[in-house]
């Protein structure tokens, strides 16, 4: 228990003391990156966890963004409130979507959520008089200075606060609900888990958390569309930080996150084959190494150091 | 009155460029039992396979667009030996998981190469035949003439060899009874190369022929991609029958719907919305469309 | 837990290796902002680019030291142009210039403003852009309200009764769409006919048109004037699929591209003869002038990249030059110094005389280059190339 409280020191040292090393732009790659961690664990934990592979993450986190622009741009709503309130409509949704596909699974799943992920976005765009559609929503700034420090602890603490949340749920008998149905829907059932109740818990929660990072995001960027929150291929972008840092680990998908959202910066001058290295990392790391690249990495040296120890004891 | 008629036959032929994408991925549903989610991103490969070939090598446009279809089941028959037969072999736990992730992903592979190597440019290719011809109010281009008879023919040949040939019989076995089908002496991986090939090639053949009309670019492939999902589900996943009917459906609705739309002026900014939308409800209401059959999960 | 630590380590790494980047201020670095990749117009993006190159490479030494171009991919999205303006104030860049769509410049001069670096606008329309008032903003490119007014006015001039519009969903094409409804509808033409405007949204991925321009082709009275308010692949395809319905171009309809992208060569390859007689804009036409620093432009730009250069380069081009003069005048790259220059400038560009007004109204004209021009142009042959259609209407505008 020390040993844990010392790690997660030691973490937030760390990120505490990145604003003082990195400049602004980079900052922005940070906060975004956090941003995105928030949703690919959201995802992980619906996905990696309950089984549950659904595209409409971005989507919830674009109605958590809207709703939270709107609300703070039609009202004299503090942003916090915005921001909790599209949290709250993006799980809500979340929840009419759980019930929805109750009875789906595998690729009817898939492809009803990216039906809906659609009908979302098309319907965004089309009703442009409110949302302003393709052109841009400008959306009030949460903070009034130009610097983004304040942006990046904002996002970190809610990170944080969310990973602690999702990772004590799924420690708990809630998580081990959430793998039966994974594992094996039918066995779960009979064993006495109420498949019901938990698939929609982890609907709704993921979906909360989805619409708190697409919320943040809105007031953090300052200008909104449709199109670049939730076009699939960005589910996809989502997708592949989870499944490289490791679909069934919380702190895989934030690795994953990181790693995907700084390499992407950091070979800006390949420009579009750095997407090409994603799809291709993608496609392999599935295809060889199910759990992932980070998180494996990690086991074989733990079990190295394991076996050291025990040999050392011997 | 005429400019409905002039809409039904619009959609109509749109139908028909529709079913033969559809076709491909019914069939690979059918015998593989998976969605590919990498359909749309096949159909933008054969476009382009047909533009090179007819543009930089002076190949007949016709002629071009075989080509393709043969480049393009040739990659299929790679995609499903390197990344799908560890479905087939016990190799995989979460096998619909998987099945989904990996195509997924070897969709947006596939197009961020062809926006890497091909350029993000639109491009054409050459016409069929070129020139219009008047119907009543409506007046069509040559090209959607051909390109709609050529989808029949295709179709109408599929249908022959699925229905009357042995390779027909045995790709159906293999749908309906894997295991029976190994022990009459069926090999269930080579007829999954053959399916997989042959569904993502009617994919590659229908972007060929699209090319002239539609043009082509490395994101051609997301809506008829979605469109060809919502149209198996609606016709019923693994039913060639339903993926037809569907298609025509589809074609149709799209037409009609954005005309008639209670306001005309958003009509077509919800067009793609059409698609999706029949998709969520069919899905809710009878998930196994108008001809399909119920879904047998993978393990 | 141990391993979240060594995960989050693994990430950390990575991100340490971007931010410990160190500049070395001996160069002075003028920043580029253009779409270059999907979903952004990629092909005028490219054109900005080569146009920027020469221009810096040209340029070579301001205040003794090296120019440094840097252009950064803004992909047609807003949140990409505020994090390309963030790069490059980061990287310490003087000034910006560039843009091509009007949503993102407007995302980019939020960020400019902000982080008090100027920019100059070079080819984004929407009259937001200065209508804001930021003072680090400037413009050559025209403003919408600026040009389309005077499009109005062609339309009333040619007789046109039923003036019929697809428009995409963007804010270039939602604002020429408002500009026309504000100045169409009710009004009368040169024969004393109501005119009347209709138009139809539509997002840019759209490919089948053929139910709504059907629905046009049935109209009573048929409709004289299609507008195809729209850029890329969509602009092409309203085009063909009218010719093929038989809507436009005819004795009774024309057909009016309004995009950019009816000046490239790639035009003619997407509608073929389609595109004979049908009407485009364009900023630059050799018959507004031809002056040597055009004709030289022109053919550096054609020995480069072997295409004919559209006024999105030549805007470019003067951009970088009318920023590179503002610093030298300033003789300082803090950015209130060359603000302060930029208000003064005048400089003598391949478009023109290039100097920004004071004017505060209309709102859109302050920091605005009041001598934008552009002009409508009619192809009258196949494969023609736009310099070398004829010239329609000559829209020169006054403040």
Redesign the interface.
Known sequence: MR??FL??I??LV?SIA?PL??????L???II?LNYALLASSWTML?GFA?Q?SFATMALAGIGAYTSALLVINSQLPMWLGIISGALMAAFVGLLVGV?VL??????L???T???S??VR??L??E?QFTR????L?VPHLYPT?SKVPYYFTMLILLAGSLLIMGLLLRSRYGLFFRAI?EHEEAASAMGVNIVRYKIMAFVISSFFAGLAGGFFAHY???L?P??IME??RM?LV??MS?I?GIE?L??A??GA??VE??Q??L?EL???R??I???A??LI??FS?NGL??PI?QR??AKRVEALSESAA | MELFVAQALNGLIIGLLYALIAIGLSLIFSVLKIVNFAHGECYMMGAFFSYYFSTLFGINPILSVFLSMAAVFLLGVAIQYLLLRPLYTGAVERKDEYAILITFGLGVFLQNVAMSVFGPWTKKSPDFISGITGIGIFTVDNNRLAVSGAALVIIVALLVIIGMTFVGKALRAVSQDRDASAIVGINPHRMNLLAFGIGVALAGGAGGLIGPIFLISPVMGILPGIKSFVIIVLGGMGSIKGAIIGSLLLGEIESLGSVFFLDPTRGLAYKNAFGVLLLAIVLLLKPTGLFGEKHVRME | MKKTLFVIGVALLVALMGGSSVWCQESIVIGGVAPLSAPGAAESGAEMKVAMEMAAGEIGKILGKPVKLQVEDTRGLPEEGTAAMNRLADAGAVGVVGEFHSAVAKAEIEAANERKVPLIVSEAWADVITGKQYPYVFRIAPANSLFYTKVADWVKSIGAKNVVAIVENTDWGLGVDTVFKENLPGEKNINGQAISYTSIVAERTVSDFTPQLLMYKSMRPRPDLVMDIFTGTGEYLIVKQAAELGLATTRETAMFPVGTSALYPEYWETVGEYGVFSITKTGYHPLLGVTPAIMEFNKKFEDKTGKTPTFAAMEAYDSIYVMAKAIENAQATDGDAVLAALEKIRYDGVLGTIWFSQERKPDYMFHQWPGAKAVLIQYTAKDQKYTDAELLWPAILKP
């Open positions: 040993r844990y790690t997660v030691i973490a760390i990145v090393f990195f400049r602004a732009y980079w922005h790659v940070a990156a996905a089984g592979f929805l009875r789906m699974s595998g690729p009817y898939a492809l009803f990216i039906a809906f659609e009908l098309i319907t765009n089309a442009y559609g393709d052109m841009g400008t130009v994974r960027v300052g200008t569309t199109n670049s699939i291929p996809g997708i592949a499944v840092g680990s702190a895989g934030v690795a990181i790693l700084f390499l910066e950091y800006r420009e579009m084959w997407f090409v994603f799809g291709l993608l496609v599935l295809r199910q980070i998180y990690y040296l733990a």
